[in-house]
């Protein structure tokens, strides 16, 4: 304890560095479990301080040491994990510099949650594994997904069921809830593990359609059992602030789960149930819960929230004293504010502004202004109400609490740059200006605006009589504002010379003003007056103070103050207004407005186009220079992986692969036969142990999943058991289209995770989908067979059309051994047994006595995207054991070597 406060100081660290590095790694390797354990805990409490221990081998690999050790204590293992997890937050590259350390060591800490019922280590692993799938590497995690799925079933619904046989260990609950520690933080892994339907670029994170049914509706279940359990009026505080926390953390996680508008509905239900709590918490967290779930569920949340619970939202504006929770309202409310409901939610956030009872603080009123300012141009349909609305909103700045010029000056670039508003604007301007106080907002859009188009407002007010105002206004605002009025002033005097000894005057007045910006503005005002009378020349003026351009800025600078906060719901009604919006604009207004005038602001760009290099731009580079991906190709596979491979090729069911401890078999089949490039795929690993094989996961790696992949792998469905009994097995199937041509190369990897007699094991191997895979025989589609005639013809237009384009040739193939015995049993025999091997494959043979020691043979390639493809096929077989295959197809690129390849796997050595 002493030497951990001291390593609060560079001095002593610097001292005492090296002794204690050497100490710690003498008690790492100690027998007594008191000594690890102190050593453990000096790990954990100094590696957050200094990042010295995490960059020395010897410390992090003695606290891996512990944690991976099977007879290292439970109670050494939670240390052991707390303890690295506080040495890989300094120096990430302890998993990341070597690659094999980085597969073997986070292997080793994955199987620690094998046993799903071991709360204890449990608990203590997880945010290790967090931090893994965060900063390290999510793919290494995803095959958790059942694991940590059980733990949290487990916990929420048959901990909290009253009619489970399997009865929760009392140990772990809390306040009647079952290890809520353990829930929240499972939640936070799974939100990680689980990309939701609006990510687009989710690497190798998990998508709801590509998780197993079983496993997606046991999530949905934690999720209601969560709703239920919150909605519940518990007596005991603890027991509410625990129901709730378990219920905030699974309603943010349910949006990840593609989950149902009704499910949806019942999560907002449950949510704003507990608006009406007295504790401040739970209400900032409700409403935090509610923004998230509009945010990421759209429009089924949104209708939820504005149909049913709007009266209760405003209600909680209107009376919450907190100013956190205040603003957590508004930022929902803006969150679902659309066309349809605009002006309820715009008028109830003016009426708070105005109300004398809510003395919220000077900043969350500004805000309040801002969000006004974008939903009233984003959402208004009606122009009139528009206006309105905006001036009202500038009218309330006069008590100096909410001072944002951004807000007048969006709506001068509005107004400016749609001519229908002009009038208006102007004469309600005028009408404010006449008022005793009039907010320095006003003031400042009235001298921009009233400058700009005073003609407009001749008929309501003459040009003597609005310089009268600007001047009893001159002397109570600021000096931009005074500066303003200085240009508005010379702007009405050039459209109304009559007022010229009046303005004359006042320029001469503020020559002795106190502020140099003012003095300088009034004498080059005056100057030029005195120049225009003195040439004669009116026209300077009308040079020198032509009428202001259209704006063409192509944002709102408003939305700069939103900071994070989602966007709000709905489409925005808004129209383009360039350089030449003044000559004409076009609307783009929902049907159920067209009757109403839409307001005209400048829009954002289009959304810029995605290249190559910026989906390439992420931290560690998803695919390598070959286009596969990273995870796929540092995958390290089983020593004798290929025997099986090539089976695969040729046969549609057998051993995939055989050890001392598992059997895998496979099965190919095409459910339709019209879609000859989808399979579906079954597995079964048999134990040939004595022993359990325990923990067992599979993963099932594609080469390529982002930027146009070969093919898809679907509809994964998990181990139908994580535990297989000796001489027992467990079944498993996926699904994949090929979509177009690829190398059998390039074929999944299917990854077997287990362990069995206290070992852990890991098994890469390559299940081979080729392009022969997607042949169909003449048996099934007699039309495909071919006569000798016809195959040289064929192959004679393919050679004149493409040229080498669309061939390729291997040769010098040395046979297998099952072949070796035709140099003893003849020609005829030796090409009897290729005639069945590529028969296998799915070739037509072409029926020919011409050429004896050639075997002709066709097919047709099918695939998804790019349709289908011919193939013509020579082989010919030569007495010492070799053939040479020549492949052609009907269209260029790499596809005859594709097929030419799979033959060659199945006919070589």
Not at 204 to 221: A, F, G, H, V
Not at 327 to 339: I, N, S
Not at 347 to 357: A, E, N, R, V
Not at 628 to 635: E, G, I, N, V
């Amino acid at each position: 304890m002493t030497l951990e406060l001291l390593y609060e100081h560079k001095e002593v660290v610097e001292k005492i560095n090296d002794e204690v590095n050497y100490q710690l790694v003498k008690d790492l390797s100690s027998s007594d479990d008191n000594f690890v354990m102190l050593a453990l805990n000096f790990v954990g409490v100094v590696g957050k301080l200094t990042n010295r221990l995490a960059y020395n081998d010897d410390i992090t690999t003695g606290v891996f040491k512990i944690l991976r050790s099977p007879t290292s204590s439970i109670y050494l293992k939670k240390k052991s994990a707390l303890s690295f997890l506080a040495l890989l937050k300094s120096n990430h590259s302890i998993l990341t510099e070597d690659l094999q350390r980085k597969q073997l060591w986070i292997q080793r800490i994955l199987s620690l949650l094998d046993d799903t019922e071991n709360y204890r280590l449990t608990l203590a692993t997880i945010p290790l594994i967090e931090f893994i799938a965060k900063y390290i590497d999510p793919s290494y995690c995803t095959r958790l997904l059942p694991q940590v799925t059980e733990i949290l079933y487990n916990c929420v619904v048959i901990g909290t069921s009253t009619s489970s046989d399997k009865q929760f260990p009392l140990e772990y609950t809390f306040a009647n809830m079952p290890n809520p520690w353990l829930i929240t933080k499972v939640v936070s892994l799974l939100s990680i593990l689980i990309a939701s339907p609006t990510e687009r670029d989710s690497n190798s994170l998990l998508q709801t359609n590509n998780i197993d049914t079983e496993l997606l509706n046991k999530l949905r279940k934690c999720v209601s059992v969560a709703i239920e359990l919150g909605t519940r009026q518990g007596q005991d505080p603890m027991e509410r602030i625990v129901q709730n926390t378990v219920l905030f953390s699974l309603i943010n996680f349910a949006s990840k789960l593609d989950p149902s508008d009704e499910a949806i509905g019942n999560s907002v239900s449950a949510l704003c149930s507990l608006l009406a709590s007295k504790e401040i918490n739970i209400r900032y967290l409700t409403l935090d819960s509610l923004v998230k779930l509009c945010s990421s569920s759209g429009k089924p949340a949104i209708d939820a929230v504005r149909y049913k619970n709007l009266d209760m939202i405003f209600h909680l504006l209107n009376t919450e004293r907190d100013s956190s929770i205040v603003r957590k309202v508004v930022d929902l409310l803006y969150t679902f504010t659309d066309a349809e409901n605009v002006k309820i939610i715009v008028d109830g956030l003016l009426q708070y502004i105005l109300s004398p009872k809510n003395l919220a603080e000077p900043q969350i009123k500004s805000d309040i202004a801002v969000k006004i300012a974008i939903l009233t141009e984003k959402y208004a349909t009606d122009i009139n109400w528009f206006v309105l609305i905006s001036l009202k909103l500038l009218s309330l700045t006069s008590s100096t609490t909410i001072n944002d010029d951004e807000i007048w000056q969006r709506l001068c670039q509005i107004v400016v740059n749609n001519p229908s508003l002009h009038k208006l604007t102007c004469e309600q301007l005028v009408d404010y200006l006449c008022k005793k106080q009039a907010s320095e907002a006003i003031v400042k859009a009235a001298a921009f605006l009233l400058g700009e188009y005073p003609s407009l407002v001749a008929d309501k007010i003459p040009g003597v009589s609005l310089f009268g105002l600007f001047a009893e206004k001159y002397f109570s605002v600021s000096n931009v504002a005074k500066a303003m009025i200085l240009t508005t002033m010379i702007k009405l005097y050039k459209t109304s010379p009559e007022i010229g000894s009046n303005v004359i005057k006042f320029f001469q007045l503020e020559l002795n003003s106190l502020d140099i910006e003012l003095q300088t503005r009034s004498f080059e005002y005056l100057n030029i007056i005195q120049l225009a009378k003195a040439s004669g020349n009116v026209e300077v003026l009308q040079v020198l103070f032509e009428p202001m351009p259209p704006f063409n800025s192509k944002s709102n600078p408003l939305l700069k103050r939103l900071g994070s906060l989602p966007t709000s719901a709905g489409s925005a009604t808004l129209i383009n207004t360039s350089s030449t919006a003044s000559s004409s604009t076009s609307v783009l207004v929902p049907k159920r407005a067209s009757s109403s005038r839409s307001i005209g602001v400048p829009v954002p760009p289009p959304p810029r186009r995605s290249t190559t290099n910026d989906i390439n731009s992420n931290i560690d580079l998803s695919e390598d220079f070959s286009g596969k991906d990273f995870y796929y190709s540092r995958q390290i596979l089983a020593p004798n992986w290929r025997e099986g491979f090539t089976r695969m090729i040729s046969h549609k069911q057998g051993v995939l692969f055989t050890s001392s401890l598992i059997k895998v078999f496979y099965r190919i089949t095409t459910p339709n036969s019209q879609q000859s490039y989808a399979f579906h795929i079954s597995l079964a690993f048999i134990n040939l142990t004595e022993w359990e094989i325990t923990g067992l996961s599979t993963q099932v790696i594609a080469s390529k999943t982002q930027s146009n992949p070969e093919y898809v792998i679907m509809n994964v469905n998990l181990p139908s058991a994580a535990t297989i009994k000796p001489h027992k097995r467990v079944e498993q199937s996926y699904e994949l289209s090929v979509r177009k041509p690829f190398d059998v190369e390039d074929s999944p990897i299917l990854a077997i995770h287990f362990k069995c007699g206290g070992s852990i094991n890991t098994i890469n191997l390559k299940t081979a989908i080729g392009m022969t895979t997607t042949l169909v025989s003449s048996e099934v589609n007699p039309s495909m067979h071919l006569t000798l005639a016809q195959f040289i013809t064929r192959w004679k237009t393919l050679s004149e059309a493409l040229g080498r384009d669309g061939e390729y040739q291997i040769s010098g193939i040395k046979l297998k051994k099952d072949f070796k015995k035709a140099e003893t049993i003849g020609l005829e025999d030796g090409l009897l047994l290729l005639v069945q091997t590529v028969k296998r494959l799915g070739f037509d043979i072409v029926e020919q006595t011409s050429v004896h020691s050639t075997i002709f043979v066709s097919g047709i390639v099918h695939t998804k995207s790019e349709g289908n493809f011919g193939c013509l096929m020579k082989i010919q077989y030569q007495e010492n054991g070799v053939a040479n295959v020549t492949c052609k197809t009907t269209t260029a690129g790499p596809l005859a070597k594709y097929i030419a390849e799979c033959t060659r796997n199945v006919l070589a050595k």
